[in-house]
């Protein structure tokens, strides 16, 4: 079955860090762009950190720069989201979407990342 799967979410305090999980089931994965999103309920969805196929080149919205990175494990079919130095604004459901060109979208369902004291 063709699906991507994120896991990683939880609650954690202001300062803390998660890592996001990825993964990517019944399909090649490495030549996708991978992109990081995140949304609150009655919000638009936020671009939050991108990374391309082999080139894994990288993008981040201003407001993740030097908390958040991304980076791609291709043999484990997996892209991560290290998050340092979380902050309440960052609390929300993080999605990922795989996008190669010719080829469907692929959207995870989300996980929920909370920051709260």
Known sequence: QV???????????????????????????DTYAVTWYRQLPGEAREMVASITG?????????SVKGR????RENAKNTVYLQMNNLKPEDTGIYSCKAAQM?????WGRGTQVTVSA
């Not at 991507?4 to 999980?21: A, H």
């Not at 082999?54 to 201003?62: G, H, L, Q, V």
């Not at 958040?68 to 980076?71: E, L, Q, R, Y």
């Not at 010719?102 to 692929?106: I, K, Q, S, T």
Request: proline share 4%; with cysteine.
């Open 68 to 71: 958040f990175t991304i980076s």
């Open 102 to 106: 010719g080829r469907p979208v692929y």
């Open 3 to 29: 699906q991507l799967v994120e896991s990683g979410g939880g609650l954690v305090q202001p300062g803390e860090s998660l890592t996001l999980s990825c993964t990517a089931y019944g399909f090649t994965f």
């Open 54 to 62: 082999r080139s894994s080149t990288m993008n981040y919205a201003e």
